[in-house]
């Protein structure tokens, strides 16, 4: 028996925060929020998670920041990191790429879609 | 949490980026013009979009598309902050707001073709002049644009790849259609693939979930074991697909790795070489990989010298103490401010129960006092909001106008931070909105008038709001031709509404502008309305259990005052004896008390007296006769007066027998108990439990004063 899928959220927007939250717990998986990319650093300092999902535009720390910092620290350095983003461009995504991101989701999106492409960096 | 609340958070959410929006712009017309600024406003936009997609909120998300690409080419640089972009983009947002609140009440979306023509004008930098073909580009296809943008976003996505895993079992299951021919793919994960957090392997099973058969797994490049670097890709693979998956769900799933993993399909084709990172041998693969790509603009992924600076420039904004909130239904807060107002009175009524036992004094009574009084004051404070929610939507009103009557006036904003209750705040954008609208209209002239009169052609509107002895004070002043005294009177001779002989003072003519039906616009404007502008604004003011007073100079401005409550649950009474009546007359209408020396009190007529206060002669109302309770002075000089403010009348002095006490009370409707009663605002529960009405005072001196005859009654 696996345990169950931990995942952090980082999204500025309330309403995203609340789309996800249903989405992922309805998908069974064990879900943590922060507001913004320092939010989540300061969160992720004391806790694990098996996946980060992240919204780029975000006051503070961005998504890209975020990323960035995160693998070059120690301890989430291998930890999928998703991008959710309404950004597609094919610019946008080798940024994240290149700042460390595993994959994206585009915005909107559906909670199975979600539910999957967590488990394609899972399990 | 159901649909429906997260899409409440949603709207709540969008009105706050709505205002974001506005102060950024705001900023940007001023002149502040750095990347926080216009990264603020472009993330209002943006997350508005984002929300508007996820709940399908097509007409919205597709206007929001346009309006954001246009932000994103100002932040990145590409387009400059000049006064007529700013100009659009306002307008753009004013646009925008119609657009929330189109898709928060269902209702038809606002015409936005016109703008979204100048926006993309803007963008390409074209003129007003060349705007033309744009426009009708756009024009032609409002919706289509954003459809066509969002399924090109979708070509990257992982949806049309489960699209058709769905499509897939879908259809496989209950009725295999034809067969279509089965078709291979060849995969060639780099080391690449294996940093970030990807794991090839499990893209794999994802192809074989497809239903993928792996038919062989090239081995050739696998090194000796010790020349072997686990980081790198040996190995690729080729899969059978079946026919009924499309390619390009196979591509879909390494959308996600890029260019770390080739794929060639079809059976003639090769696998792909296999790749291995040359200058990086036991180092992590990750790392290389990604200080390759920092050269571009990101910074080092080590913790070198970079990112210490890093370190520090996230630190500050780590180390401030973090605004959290949360939200709650309101109902719930509704209900435990009820309970505070109860209990405020049950402690009240404990207190003097206590004290009728002489044990008053106690410890315990006066740490019960000091706790509940906290509760009251941070339950009140629950409640409380600034006021610059409701001021920040007066930019757009002025913007209208502008455009709509040509005057050009600078807003001030004083005293935002100044909070009040909720409720007072929701229903103070009404009334204001008129009161600006007005001041705008008839207050401000037009620039030629204001040079002629030596004034600077903007005109200026202030709004400042502050605390003052527990009431909020909101004034809207103008520097505008102020009330013309004159034309109001004649005005209202003319509507009937005053006797052509009768004597009014100053306060009273400007007063008229708030009775029904009045108006002194020569033309109807549909700025201002029909004149039933201003007797509602008093009505609505009323209504918050609040006062409205009008200062105005000619030639100078006018100056409107609200006053109002801090809060609708708990009033500030006095509590005044009358006969055998306890009543209690709200504190804010009392001006002021006395206890009259003989001769303050002269006689009018043969029923009514009047108090000379200080030169000035105000109506005296026995309250007893107003309630019809029972006659307890033998005369004026052997009670107390109470001289109060009310709306309609002016002042007048309320003659009760004496005043016992100063309290906070919590209302309650007559009208739900009971049935309305004239001159009668509620009751309260007294401290010893029993129930004292609490005095309408508007209503009680515009009666008795309407049909001074009643009180010989």
């Known amino acids: ?123 | 949490m159901t649909s429906e609340e997260i899409q409440a958070i949603f709207f709540v959410e969008c009105e706050e980026s709505l205002v974001a929006a506005e102060a950024g712009l705001a900023a940007c017309k001023d002149g502040t013009q750095d990347a926080d600024t216009v990264n603020a406003i472009f993330r209002a936009v943006h997350s508005i979009k984002g929300g508007a997609g996820a709940f399908g909120y097509t007409a919205l998300q597709a206007y929001t598309h346009t309006f954001e690409t246009l932000l994103s080419d100002v932040r990145d640089g590409i387009l400059a902050v000049s006064e007529p972009l700013v100009d659009v983009l306002l307008r753009a947002l004013d646009t925008l707001t119609d657009h929330v609140a189109s898709a928060r009440d269902n209702s038809t979306p606002p015409e936005d073709a016109g703008l979204i023509a100048e926006m993309t004008a803007a963008q390409t930098g074209d003129g007003a002049a060349s705007a033309a073909e744009p426009v009708a580009e756009v024009a032609t296809a409002p919706a289509q644009p954003e459809t066509a943008a969002a399924s090109s976003d979708l070509d990257f996505d992982l949806d049309s790849m489960l699209d058709s895993i769905v499509g897939d079992f879908d259809a496989a299951e209950p009725a295999a259609p034809a067969p279509s021919p089965s078709w291979k793919v060849h995969i060639r994960p780099h080391a690449g693939a294996m940093g970030n957090g990807g794991e090839p392997l499990l893209l794999l099973r994802e192809v074989e979930a497809l239903g993928g058969e792996c038919v062989a797994c090239e081995t050739s490049s696998v090194p000796l074991l010790d020349e072997l670097n686990p980081q790198q890709g040996y190995l690729g693979w080729t899969f059978l697909m079946p026919g009924s998956v499309d390619q390009a769900a196979v591509q879909d799933i390494y959308d996600f790795v890029g260019d770390d993993c080739d794929l060639a399909f079809g059976a003639d084709a090769t696998i792909p070489a296999v790749r291995l990172s040359v200058a990086a041998p036991p180092a992590p693969v990750a790392v290389a990989q990604l200080a390759a790509a920092a050269s571009v603009s990101l910074t080092p992924v080590r913790p070198t010298a970079a990112a210490p600076a890093n370190d520090e420039a996230a630190k500050p904004a780590a180390g401030q103490p973090q605004v959290q909130s949360i939200r709650i239904d309101l109902p719930k807060l509704d209900r435990l401010i009820d309970s505070v107002g109860e209990l405020v009175i049950a402690q009240a009524m404990m207190a003097q129960r206590l004290a009728s036992e002489g044990i008053a004094a106690s410890e315990e009574l006066a740490l019960l006092d000091g706790l509940t009084r906290d509760i009251q004051e941070s339950a009140m404070s629950i409640r409380a909001q600034p006021i610059g929610s409701v001021f920040s939507r007066v930019p757009r009103i002025l913007r209208e106008l502008a455009s709509s009557t040509g005057k050009q006036v600078k807003l001030e904003l004083i005293g935002e931070a100044t909070e009040l209750d909720k409720t007072v705040i929701e229903r103070l954008g009404e009334p204001l909105t008129h009161l600006i609208r007005n001041a705008v209209d008839h207050g401000i002239e037009t620039v030629q008038e204001r040079l002629a009169a030596g004034k600077p052609a903007e005109g200026t509107l202030v709004l400042a709001a502050e605390h003052r002895s527990g009431r909020i004070l909101i004034r809207i002043t103008d520097d505008g031709r102020g009330i013309d005294r004159e034309r109001v009177f004649a005005k209202a001779v003319e509507k009937g509404l005053v006797a052509a002989d009768a004597q009014m003072s100053k306060e009273d003519i400007d007063a008229l502008i708030f009775a029904p039906g009045f108006s002194t616009a020569a033309s109807i404007t549909s700025v201002s309305g029909r004149g039933v502008g201003m007797d509602v604004v008093r009505q609505n003011v009323k209504e918050l259990g609040g006062r409205i007073t009008i200062e105005s100079e000619h030639g100078k401005g006018t100056s409107f005052t609200l006053t109002l409550p801090l809060t609708l649950a708990i009033s500030d009474g006095m509590i005044v004896n009358v006969g055998d009546q306890t009543l209690i007359v709200p504190l804010t209408h009392v001006v002021e008390s006395l206890r009259p020396k003989p001769g303050d009190i002269q006689g009018l007529g043969t029923n009514q007296q009047l108090l000379n206060v200080r030169g000035k002669f105000i109506p005296v109302l026995p309250v007893y006769q107003a309630i019809g309770a029972a006659r307890s002075l033998a005369n004026a000089e052997a009670g107390v007066l109470i001289v109060v403010d009310t709306e309609v009348a002016g002042q007048a002095a309320l003659l009760v027998d004496d005043i016992c006490d100063q309290r906070q009370f919590v209302i309650k409707s007559l009208d739900t108990h009971y049935r309305a009663v004239e001159g009668i605002a509620g009751a309260t529960i007294l401290g010893d439990g029993q129930v004292a009405l609490i005095l309408d005072v508007d209503g009680l001196v515009a009666g008795a004063l309407a049909h001074p005859d009643r009180k010989a009654a």
């Open chain 1, 1 to 123: 028996m696996n345990k169950t899928t931990r995942i952090l959220t980082v999204d500025d927007s309330a309403s995203m925060r609340a789309l996800l939250l249903h989405a992922l717990t309805s998908s069974g998986f064990e879900v943590a929020q922060a507001d913004d990319g320092v939010a989540a650093l300061e969160w992720l300092a004391l806790n694990e998670v098996d996946v980060v999902i992240t919204d780029i535009n975000m006051p503070r720390l961005d998504g890209f920041g975020l990323i960035e910092r995160l693998r070059a620290g120690d301890r989430h350095q291998d930890r999928p990191i998703l991008v959710l983003t309404t950004e597609s461009s094919d610019e946008k995504k080798q940024r994240a790429r290149n700042a460390g991101a595993t994959g994206w989701i585009v915005k909107p999106f559906d909670p199975e879609k979600l539910a999957t492409a967590v488990r394609r960096v899972t399990h």
